[in-house]
């Protein structure tokens, strides 16, 4: 059984920078796409961005240029720097992947897992 660890939300104020981590375990991660999403409360989940196990990468627009993801294929970890945080930035932060694939999927329903998100709220 897959199971993904998120780490690293926070309180910070506007402007200021966090570090998402995501540890997958359960499984031997040959090939995968690790996406992260948001929601924030009355809203749907959203796509931030998505990270192949080669590195490839993709990102909504309105986080391009602030936040970067990154992964350590032997820690089976992937990471989300946000920097520049915005208040619009704060939500519930989830990682999600998809096994065995390269494409980036932006859409919650082609993951395989979930994690249990963690918290970021961006003061003004």
């Known amino acids: 059984q897959v199971q993904l660890v998120e780490s690293g939300g926070g309180l910070v104020q506007a402007g200021g920078s966090l570090r998402l981590s995501c540890a997958a375990s359960g499984h031997t991660f040959s090939s995968y796409v690790m996406g992260w999403f948001r929601q924030a409360p009355g809203n749907e989940r959203e796509f931030v961005a998505a990270?192949?196990?080669?590195?490839?990468?993709e990102y909504v627009d309105s986080v391009k240029g602030r936040f970067t993801a990154s992964r350590d294929n032997a820690k089976n970890t992937v990471y989300l720097q946000m920097n520049s945080l915005k208040p619009e930035d704060t939500a519930v932060y989830y990682c999600?992947?998809?096994?065995?694939?390269?494409?980036?999927?932006?859409?919650?329903?082609?993951?395989?897992?979930w994690g249990q998100g963690t918290q970021v709220t961006v003061s003004s």
């Open positions: 990270i192949s196990w080669r590195g490839n990468t």
């Open positions: 999600a992947i998809k096994l065995l694939y390269s494409v980036l999927f932006r859409s919650p329903g082609e993951y395989d897992y």
